[in-house]
C-alpha cells in the first residue's frame, strides 16, 4: 500500500548540507501496523512526513496504492490526503478557538460535507472516544489527554485507509498514552494501515513491525507484539 523506494532528503542548513533521509526504502502493506524508532534526528519525523505527502524527497519515489505521491502537484497531493490520510501528531494541533466538535467537521467541512452530517458524524467519533459530554468545549477547557482525544477523532473523520501518527504518547501519562495505542489498535483491527513515530519503547512494541532508523537509513526490522501474538 506504501512504498519508499531508495528516498533520500537533504538540506541546507546555515551553509551546510544536511542529510535527514539516505536511501530510505521500506514497503508497507495494507492493514499493517508499523512503528519506527531510533534517536533523535534520525529521519523519523522526515520519514513520516513524506508517507503523508507533507515533504518532497530530495531523490527517489514514494507510493499509495502505485501513485506516485510526488508525480502530484500540491493540489493533487491535498486531495489524496483529504481521501486517504488521518493524521494525528505529539502537539495535537487543535485550533484553540474552535470547539471540539468544530475541531473535529473541519476536514469534513474540507471536503464538502453537508454542515448537519458535519456534526452528526463529529459528534460520533467524539462518542466514540468518550468525548460525547464535551463537545462544546475549547481545547482549554480540555486536559492534555482529552485534548489528544480530539485529536483521535479528528485524524477518524476522513475515514482515512491510512492513519500517520507522530509520537502520539509524547506530552501523555502513562494511563492515557496506553488509551491511545489501545485506541490506534483497535483502528487498525478495523484494516486501517497505521505508521506511528515513537520514542516509547512500550507503545513501539504494540505494533506488528518495528522499524529503526539511523542516520537516515532503515538499519533493522524486527516483530511486534501483535506479530508474535501477545495480548
Known sequence: MLRMENVSKTYRHRGRSVTALDGANAEIARGDFVSIVGPSGSGKSTLLLMLGGMLSPSAGRVLLEGQSIYDLDANGRARLRRRKIGFVFQTFNLVPYLSALENVQVPLFLAGMDEMAQKDR?????????????????????????????ALARMLANDPAVILADEPTGNLDPETSRQVIDFLVDVNAEGRTVVMVTHDPRAAERAKRVLRLDRGSIVSERPGRQARGAA
Not at 463529529?122 to 486536559?143: I, M, T
Open 122 to 150: 463529529a459528534a460520533a467519533l467524539l462518542d466514540r472516544v468518550g468525548l460525547g459530554d464535551r463537545l462544546d468545549h475549547k481545547p482549554s477547557e480540555l486536559s492534555v489527554g482529552q485534548q489528544q482525544r480530539v
